[in-house]
């Protein structure tokens, strides 16, 4: 009996161990992220640090990663350790950064870059001419640096401060492309060192910021450069903690928990009531539109897709979706994008409910099906939900299938849709964004569904438009291209997607930008 | 005794193996294509097919899971096909945070939970009894992103006495503890007091009571062993249950943990992710479940562990 009492308390103790064990781990792993964070502390004025929040986790911090799949949400992160060679401002208009100045030879196909002779990468390398060729090189041809560093032939070292950049053709928003995250400059010296791999998780640029650390699903840490080209920053410290829920962010925000919440949820801050914060928007350089199925179900047919056209009221969705703080969309071209058709030089269609039935009267719709293809649980849906009831007063059998993410591209892949409807983000900023849905060698490429979208003259427009140099000429280039798919009522555009970013009062020079996520910290002071 | 812990660490074995290969063949016959879900829907076709090569996507789905399992044994978790982190050592960066919240919740709903239950039992019938069972009923029936939410508003932004979010001091984990517990707290008062009525109306405890025991010693001495042994079971496979039980306390105050981690990757298909997460529950709670077992034929003499 008293072995057995032995072993009985002996068994216990171990289950206790065991996991006393793990939660003291966990002590040891948070009083080391505490100390790094230390310098915490809440709306204080005269503070040097910032705790910055986000829905979504950036997870890769080599811009040109051969891998890995990128995506907007590391913008912050990236644009902050790494620089490019030339930066967008909010107007969209180019301002020099690690280049001092540039040139643009006639034929628009020869980019010469001045590079500035001070700057040194976090790892004490300075950066130089092989650096930036070396990082054009290697981004410039991936997958996604095609997309938006298009056309590009070579980069070539001039001297130890000059490039030039070749392309096989003009490109229109070439310099757009060049402030873009496939662009950022790398160090080649330490990249030969330690490879993809160690880079990518210890990322080293020229920016005003340092990366320390990670901890997964929670927070990235970064540290002010003193050493950074123009100026040590005047935030020292920054913590760029994830939190998915949107109530919780609030509450952190009033809380003073955080101090900036970036892509921040509309309807929740119209909800704030509390000095302590201000939030601002911007239209953001991403678009909600509907692409109507041409090739199979009702919409093959233009006079219900006009219908659509005429039928849908924009302002009730972007009530519905962004409490009206979104910009109503007429054309798949974001207002701040550069060779967007001026307003007044394209047709554009306004919300009309008698038209719309006649129209639908007029069309050989029955009664079918018509269903609308959207990603479950985001702002698509609720958008998909306010037209769905709009459509379906109008007459038409309207269903809305929300389905997770990797579902959607395969539906989508299937043409199983009447119309699917997905914001998407064209971060080149320009009008030359739409060419990866209407040209042929996009569109019908292997693989893809072929919508009914293309046709010769929209390819005809969309490359002129790519490689004309000349802005006016160009405009009016896309305000044809924009007229030929309103005519043919391929889609339609809902609205502008605002960027929202909430913060707290103390802090000064917070700007939300057309491209998502991009925010310069340094600009920053409290 | 060790051929019947040897049996049970065998039998563990075809545990894992039924449960891996059922969440891979599931994970591999779900919609979309990993590849073309990587590199995104403008993604042109041959880098798509040059990824599934890659990622060995065109070998069939069991030959997958051998070779996956394979490494598994060596080791070898993979890494994200997302950010190409390593499974495991992401794993352990966010297994310490969801284990302090599931201990702390389960101290609390064992601290508090077994006296209440205890309390409620001797005294049956009685205002305390009734008011122990409503409040419980009332826990058990509020949402956890609900209670969560209102301790938020109370405890941080009202009285500011702890703070809303993060994991990085013992003191971030006390709401979460406490929103965690409140459906488990109620279910240890309602089945410490049951199992305690159930004892209390044994015939030895009537026997207890003729020879003029005192009530304390009767409850304290003979009840209470006796029935506490279901109380013990379930503490063991609450504990089991640790690892993957908090999504919604997670999420609400942004604790990085496993189940954070598992429910983000289940949402983009990351397969080396998930099936890593699954493979170290699955092992975690076949141990566990072993070691209640174990524990359990030690404290009630009656149970025999045979090989």
New interface residues.
């Given amino acids: 009996m008293t072995l057995?009492r032995c072993?009985?308390i002996l068994?216990?103790c171990?289950?206790l161990v065991m996991?006393?064990a793990?939660?003291g781990?966990?002590?040891d792993?948070?009083?080391g992220?505490?100390t790094a964070?230390n310098t915490d502390g809440s709306g204080a004025a005269g503070k040097d640090s910032i705790i910055i929040a986000s829905a979504s986790?950036p997870?890769?911090f080599f811009p040109f990663?051969s891998?890995?799949?990128t995506?907007m949400d590391e913008a912050p992160i990236l644009h902050n350790i790494y620089e490019t060679l030339i930066k967008m401002a909010p107007d969209g208009s180019h301002m020099p950064l690690l280049a001092t100045k540039w040139e643009i030879s006639a034929d628009g196909k020869e980019y010469t870059m001045y590079l500035r002779d001070d700057v040194y990468f976090h790892s004490g390398n300075k950066m130089t001419a092989e650096d930036v060729a070396w990082t054009l090189n290697t981004s410039a041809p991936s997958?996604?640096g095609k997309?938006q560093l298009a056309n590009f032939k070579t980069c070539e070292v001039i001297d130890e401060n000059t490039v030039v950049i070749k392309l096989s053709a003009p490109y229109a928003p070439f310099l757009n492309a060049l402030c873009g995250r496939f662009a950022l400059i790398a160090d080649k010296k330490l990249f030969d060192e330690i490879g993809e791999?160690a880079y990518?998780e210890n990322p080293v640029g020229t920016g005003p910021y340092k990366w320390i650390s990670r901890?997964?699903?929670?927070?990235i840490i970064l540290e002010s450069n003193e050493e950074y080209w123009n100026g040590a920053p005047p935030i020292k410290n920054i913590t760029y903690?994830?939190?998915?829920?949107s109530?919780?962010q609030m509450?952190?925000l009033?809380?003073g928990?955080i101090d900036v919440l970036l892509q921040a949820n509309i309807s929740a801050l119209t909800k704030l009531n509390t000095e302590k914060v201000k939030w601002d928007t911007t239209d953001a350089s991403s678009i909600c539109y509907m692409f109507i199925n041409c090739t199979k179900g009702p919409g093959q047919d233009l006079a219900f897709r006009q219908a659509l056209q005429y039928g849908i009221n924009k302002e009730e969705i972007n009530i519905g979706v962004y409490e009206g703080y979104a910009t109503v969309g007429d054309i798949q071209m974001a207002p701040s994008f550069s060779g967007r058709p001026d307003p007044g030089t394209y047709k554009t269609i306004e919300y009309d409910l008698e038209k719309a039935k006649e129209l639908l009267a007029k069309s050989s719709y029955n009664g079918e099906e018509f269903s609308i293809l959207t990603v479950s649980g985001t702002r698509n849906e609720n958008a998909a939900q306010v037209l769905q009831g709009q459509l379906i007063e109008l007459g038409i059998n309207c269903t809305v299938n929300a389905v997770?993410?990797?579902?959607?591209?395969?539906?989508?892949?299937e043409g199983n849709f009447g119309a699917k409807l997905r914001a998407s983000g064209i971060s080149v900023m320009d009008a030359d964004g739409i060419y990866?849905q209407f040209h042929s060698s996009?569109a019908l490429?292997?693989?893809?569904y072929d919508l009914g979208v293309s046709s010769p003259e929209l390819d005809e427009l969309f490359a002129a438009g790519r490689v004309e140099v000349d802005s006016a000429k160009r405009k009016q280039i896309y305000a044809q291209a924009c007229d030929m798919i309103t005519d043919n009522a391929y889609t339609v555009c809902l609205y502008y997607e605002v960027n929202a970013c909430a913060y707290n009062s103390g802090l000064k020079g917070v700007v939300p930008r057309a491209l998502t996520g991009l925010y310069f910290f340094n600009d920053w002071s409290w | 005794m060790l051929k019947y812990v040897a049996k049970r660490g065998l039998m563990l074995i075809p545990v894992v193996i039924g449960i891996t290969l059922f969440i891979y063949v599931i994970m591999s016959l779900a919609p979309g294509d990993p590849a073309t879900l990587i590199l995104g829907p403008d993604a042109p076709y041959e880098a798509v097919l040059a990824k599934r090569a890659e990622l060995g996507l065109n070998d069939p789905v069991l030959m997958r899971y051998v070779k996956y399992m394979a490494g598994v044994l060596q080791g070898d978790f993979g890494s994200s096909w997302y950010n190409g982190f390593n499974v495991l050592t992401e794993f352990a960066s966010r297994l310490p945070n969801t284990l302090t919240l599931g201990l702390m919740s389960m101290a609390i709903s064992v601290v508090v939970g077994i006296p209440l239950g205890i309390l409620a039992a001797v005294r049956q019938n009685s205002m305390l009894d009734y008011t122990t069972l409503v409040l419980a009923m009332l826990f058990a029936s509020i949402p956890a992103f609900w209670f969560g939410l209102m301790a938020q508003v109370i405890f941080c932004l009202t009285l500011g006495w702890f703070p809303a979010t993060g994991a990085e001091s013992l003191k971030h984990f006390v709401l979460p503890a406490l929103t965690l517990c409140t459906g488990s707290l109620a279910a240890q008062v309602r089945l410490t007091r049951t199992s305690m009525l159930e004892v209390i109306k044994l015939d030895y405890v009537r026997t207890a009571r003729s020879k003029g025991a005192s009530e304390q010693r009767i409850i304290g001495k003979h009840v209470l062993r006796n029935g506490m042994l279901p109380v013990a079971t379930r503490i063991g496979t609450s504990l089991a249950n640790i690892i993957s039980g908090a999504i919604v306390t997670e999420s609400v105050f942004s604790i990085p943990g496993v189940a954070s981690l598992l429910i983000n990757a289940v949402k983009i298909r990351d397969v080396p992710v998930v099936m890593g997460v699954i493979v170290v529950i699955a092992v975690f709670v076949g141990v566990v479940n072993l070691l209640v077992d174990l524990t359990y034929a030690l404290i009630d003499p009656r149970v025999k562990l045979e090989g």
Avoid: F, W
Avoid at chain 1, 241 to 245: E, L, S
Avoid at chain 1, 404 to 413: F, G, I, L, V
């Fill in positions: 057995r072993l009985a068994l216990v171990c289950l996991t006393t793990c939660g781990t966990s002590s792993a948070t009083s992220d505490g964070t986790e997870d890769c990663h891998t890995l799949n995506n997958t996604q997309q791999e990518n901890t997964s699903g929670d927070r903690r994830v939190m998915t829920d109530n919780t509450i952190s009033e809380n928990d997770d993410a990797p579902s959607y591209t395969n539906t989508e892949q990866y996009q490429a292997p693989g893809k």
